[in-house]
């Protein structure tokens, strides 16, 4: 590991993430309760260098590096307070994924550096450096050539949708290539459309592909998360579903196989999961929001915040009721749709979304967001 020495602009404050512009990459992330944040950078050796960022604006620290372009490999690392009685878990040695990341490399490799606290004992604080254990965010270039796409945009009254998982709709097709089974482009290959089509399909709705985590338990028991319902990063196709690679080329992938389902007059609608993420609850691993904000991303209880408000039988429920994790949410929903070309959402869990406090709320702030948003509520909206 090397402090840095690169020549650090200050950049923006908006828009969050890592956003390329040909020239540079202009890096932004928000916290409340950071005392001090560091941009790590990785190279092809895996030698870390960190980057204090020094600007903060509304709570967004942020640095623009002429230097840095796509398949740049970073995480953060969040300094502040450790105090999970007060509902704060900062701790710099873990090295964080960005929220906004829009490529992820890698999996977890489970390790007690994963964990914020020293297995055994949950008042402790465990600081050995977690880097050699997670995943890594990853710098993307927004350029792809859509052609002439254009959405199918079937009447939902018309709509045949057809519930299907990236894996397992392909991983065993015999005219599918053998290496293109399991991926976004297995299901973009003509056997996969031609089938489809045949059955009258307007819409595939995928099960979820935003990038999620194999849970520790599963893992000890040599068991994988099939399913997908583990979120970790809301703006990444899942890594492991590509054919051409994780260091940004999913990303791509994903939108060639949008491309060739619009072609073919079939639209893409995601099951997404923006209730929970894969972080769990106070025994579960820092990877990214809890160390980043732990009270901002999450509902706690309230006496006793140590604890988290739980309504999705998963460890966490995503605090709506804060400003920051809506405008996530509603960021990485318009990102699917202007960036990704997805047609619509399935929402899982739709009613913890809807908890300003207690009961589900009709009238709820997630809702009227939903309905305002020129981009989303042209979409289709399955809950």
């Not at 701790?91 to 020293?118: F, R």
């Not at 899982?348 to 939903?370: C, G, K, N, Q, Y």
């Amino acid at each position: 590991m090397s402090e840095g020495s690169r020549e650090v602009w200050p950049g923006r404050a908006y828009p969050l993430g890592a956003t390329f512009d040909g020239n540079g990459t202009n890096f932004a992330l928000f916290s409340e309760v950071a005392e001090q944040v560091e941009l790590c950078l990785f190279d092809e050796q895996g030698a870390e260098t960190r980057l204090p960022l020094e600007e903060v604006d509304a709570f967004s620290w942020h640095a623009y590096l002429p230097s840095v372009g796509p398949g740049q490999r970073y995480g953060y690392r969040v300094h502040g307070p450790y105090a999970p009685e007060h509902g704060v878990r900062c701790n710099p040695g873990k090295l964080l994924l960005d929220p906004y990341a829009l490529a992820i490399e890698g999996q977890v490799t489970w390790d007690a550096a994963c964990y914020s606290y020293n297995l055994g004992d949950e008042d402790s604080i465990n600081e050995a450096d977690s880097a050699p254990f997670v995943f890594r965010s990853i710098v993307q270039h927004p350029h792809f050539d859509w052609g002439g796409d254009r959405r199918p945009d079937t009447p939902l009254h018309e709509s045949v949708i057809y519930e299907a998982h990236v894996k397992g709709m392909t991983k065993c097709h015999p005219e599918v290539p053998e290496e293109l089974r399991g991926t976004y482009a297995g299901l973009a290959h003509p056997a996969i459309v031609q089938h489809l089509t045949s059955l009258g399909v307007t819409a595939v709705e995928l099960m979820p592909v935003h990038q999620f985590v194999h849970d520790h338990r599963l893992v000890e028991q040599g068991l994988r998360n099939y399913w997908g319902y583990n979120t970790i990063g809301f703006f990444a196709p899942h890594n492991e579903y590509a054919a051409s690679g994780n260091r940004g080329e999913q990303v791509n992938e994903f939108k060639y196989m949008v491309r060739t389902l619009h072609e073919a007059g079939i639209e893409v609608i995601l099951d997404v999961v923006y209730n929970h993420t894969a972080e769990g609850n106070h025994l579960g691993p820092t990877l990214c929001f809890k160390g980043i904000d732990n009270r901002a991303y999450y509902r706690l209880v309230g006496k006793t915040p140590e604890y988290y408000y739980d309504t999705t039988g998963t460890g966490n429920s995503l605090n709506v009721q804060h400003p920051h994790t809506l405008q996530l949410i509603m960021d990485s929903l318009r990102y699917w749709v202007t960036e990704m070309h997805v047609d619509g959402f399935r929402f899982d869990l739709a009613a913890t979304l809807a908890r300003e406090f207690h009961e589900v709320d009709r009238l709820s702030t997630f809702f009227d967001m939903i309905q305002q948003d020129p981009v989303i509520n042209r979409v289709k909206l399955i809950a």
